[in-house]
């Protein structure tokens, strides 16, 4: 089945730093990614959808100079968190739609990268 | 726009017995797709069912199932014979175009 690969699984780096994160859709071709974002115990929250070749689109209250997404080709996505700080530690999930079937059939999931800025 | 609330937090069952996990949402649309997740501990997201709105009949794979009401926005989840591995969280999904997730329900299961 199709497989989202997402890395790193966990990071930990000083504030003021930045951090890129990698989705790559392994064997399918993802012309959409989505990223959320998933507090302790709390749901995921659409923070930006980013497609091939085109600017992402951010959801309401998303900063986007902060978080820098980039989808460069059919196969990967990045987010940046750019000068990260202590409330940017949190869960970051990529998903995708296979590109075959649109989202009709559910997403494939990375497997979530914990970012805890010290 | 659209809204999926998960109005159980937690909810407990008996290995082996059946537990029905509520999820209503809101749209204004009328083709949509439906889904329940699960997050095991590993946080690896795991698809458990989906449904399409424009068909009537319930989905079924296997011990789980759904009773979708349409009209109502309710789509809930059924277990039947919860096993020691059911124990997760559960998020139910809508999707159109993008996926949106209810806050959850924590299952744990008693052996």
């Known amino acids: 089945g199709a497989v989202v690969s997402q890395h790193p699984s966990w990071v930990i780096c000083k504030s003021g730093t930045s951090v890129k994160i990698e989705c790559r859709s392994l064997?399918?071709?993802?012309?959409?990614m989505f990223w959320y974002r998933q507090f302790p115990k709390q749901s995921l929250m659409l923070m930006a959808t980013?497609?091939?070749?085109?600017?992402?689109?951010?959801e309401q209250g998303v900063e986007k100079d902060k978080f820098l997404i980039n989808h460069a080709s059919l196969t990967l996505s990045t987010l940046t968190v750019t000068s990260a700080h202590p409330e940017d530690s949190s869960f970051y999930i990529c998903s995708a739609p296979d590109a075959r079937t649109g989202g009709n059939y559910g997403y494939t999931f990375g497997s979530g990268t914990r970012l805890t800025v010290v | 726009a659209q809204t999926v609330t998960q109005s159980q937090p937690e909810m407990s069952v008996q290995e082996a017995e059946t537990v029905t996990l509520s999820c209503t949402y809101d749209t204004s649309e009328s083709d949509y797709y439906l889904f329940w997740y699960k997050q095991p501990p590993s946080r690896q997201m795991i698809l458990v069912i989906r449904q399409e709105a424009y068909k009537q009949q319930n989905a079924t794979e296997n011990r789980f199932s759904v009773n979708f009401q349409k009209a109502a926005k309710s789509f809930s989840l059924k277990i039947s014979d919860s096993q020691l591995g059911d124990a997760a969280m559960y998020f139910c999904?809508?999707?159109?175009?993008?996926?949106?997730f209810g806050a959850g329900t924590r299952l744990t299961v008693k052996p």
């Open positions: 064997d399918f071709q993802a012309t959409t």
């Open positions: 980013s497609n091939e070749g085109s600017k992402a689109t951010y």
């Open positions: 999904a809508y999707n159109n175009n993008d996926m949106r």
